[in-house]
């Protein structure tokens, strides 16, 4: 490992995401960085650096413009390197550089067809909606859709997008997972949550109707 990854790993570690963009002002290299920790094996520190990113995107769009494409290729089945983390970094870039996305938010919004990055994919949809609200909103039945998926994972991320979509299409099949008892994790804040997905899916509802 690098010492610039091993020292941008360390501020992820913390949550000190500050110091990131610090040495990203006064050196190059830590977008490079910050994808190569998407692969970490610490999921926290994965999740971590998809937040990186997306302050980078914020402070510097220059240094990450050249991510998207790289990023959106590895969403692709051809590229031979699919990256669960690709679909929730480019969420982040989005939210926070709307103009670097622009270009390819469709692209992004519609990923459902490979489960592997479904989860991640469904949480860039959330993380997306504040800036691309026509666009997150033309996927809410294929959200829906995925709250009866197998996957609890796939059925709490479900629920955490239709939530920040605030799209009250969503409500009969959030209203649905009121008796899933079956936990799982999304990051929230910084940090990784883990409840039963009734419980993402009743946050989810009490969103729609503050909305």
């Not at 790289?70 to 480019?90: H, V």
């Not at 995925?146 to 009250?168: E, I, K, N, Q």
């Amino acid at each position: 490992m690098s010492a610039l990854r091993q020292e941008v790993r360390t501020h992820l570690e913390r949550g000190d995401f500050a110091p990131v963009l610090g040495i990203a002002a006064a050196r190059s290299g830590v977008a490079r960085a910050l994808v190569s920790l998407l692969y970490d094996p610490d999921e926290l520190v994965r999740w971590r650096a998809v937040s990186a990113i997306g302050h980078l995107a914020g402070a510097h769009p220059e240094q990450v413009q050249s991510l998207v494409t790289r990023l959106l290729w590895s969403l692709n089945d051809e590229s031979g390197g699919i990256g669960w983390m690709s679909a929730p970094a480019l969420g982040e870039i989005g939210r926070n550089a709307p103009a670097l996305l622009r270009g390819c938010i469709r692209v992004v919004v519609h990923f459902f067809e490979e489960p592997f990055v479904l989860p991640g994919v469904l949480w860039a949809v959330g993380r997306l909606a504040p800036a691309f609200p026509a666009e997150t909103r033309e996927v809410v039945p294929d959200i829906a859709e995925r709250c009866s998926a197998a996957d609890p994972a796939v059925r709490a991320h479900a629920a955490f997008a239709l939530g920040a979509v605030g799209d009250g299409r969503g409500r009969a099949a959030l209203e649905a997972l009121a008796g899933d008892e079956r936990p799982a994790r999304v990051y929230v804040g910084d940090r990784l949550m883990s409840r039963q997905v009734r419980e993402w899916a009743g946050e989810a509802l009490s969103g729609l109707r503050a909305a």
